[in-house]
């Protein structure tokens, strides 16, 4: 109960930006489908509509096979904003 408050407003946010391609290379589109361990988000917190979570899941896991963005995240190296990290 208290997670579906957390995440009550169910907005696509790819809907909202209008994208209609999610880029793997576009690491900024994806940050609103990982989480801060860059794990895919459900569809259930991130309120993506199904068309743009199947496209992101498939951008975010290119992404990976790229090595654009890491696989698992250390313990020890979490931090506030891992995306900082990403040159
Ligand atoms: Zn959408």
Redesign the pocket.
């Known amino acids: 109960m208290s997670k579906e408050r957390k995440f009550k407003k169910r907005h696509?946010k790819?809907?909202e930006n209008k994208v209609d391609y999610i880029d793997y290379k576009d690491i900024a589109g994806l940050k609103f489908t990982l989480s801060e361990r860059f794990k895919i988000m459900p569809r259930r917190l991130t309120g993506?509509?199904k068309?743009?979570q199947e496209l992101a899941t498939i951008a975010i896991k290119r992404a990976r096979q790229t090595a654009l963005i890491p696989y698992i995240i250390d313990r020890k190296n979490v931090v506030d904003s891992p995306f900082d990290l990403i040159r």
Request: net charge positive; hydrophobic share 0%; charged share 15%.
């Open positions: 696509c790819y809907c993506n509509c068309k743009h």
